[in-house]
């Protein structure tokens, strides 16, 4: 799953609406939503903004570690 798909979910999960959360990021909804779609790179402030509104590590958002080579042995 991409990062922006997990944004999604986690917005969905947390019963919120595009426009909620960009307030909280302090943009725009349309903005926003390029973010979810993956059209616009998500910029580090905003990722550890979504962290801490979510309670989540930045590692979920992005997916990691899954598929990676690490630690390397």
Known sequence: MQYYQRMRELRQDNDKNQDEIAN???TTQ???SQ???GKRQLP???L???CL????SADYI???PEG???PKR
Do not use: A, F, Q, R
């Open 24 to 26: 909280i990021l302090k």
């Open 30 to 32: 349309s903005y926003y």
């Open 35 to 37: 973010y979810e779609l």
């Open 44 to 46: 580090l402030e905003h």
């Open 48 to 50: 550890i903004t979504l």
């Open 53 to 56: 509104y979510y309670g989540v």
């Open 62 to 64: 992005l997916g990691l």
């Open 68 to 70: 990676l080579d690490y």
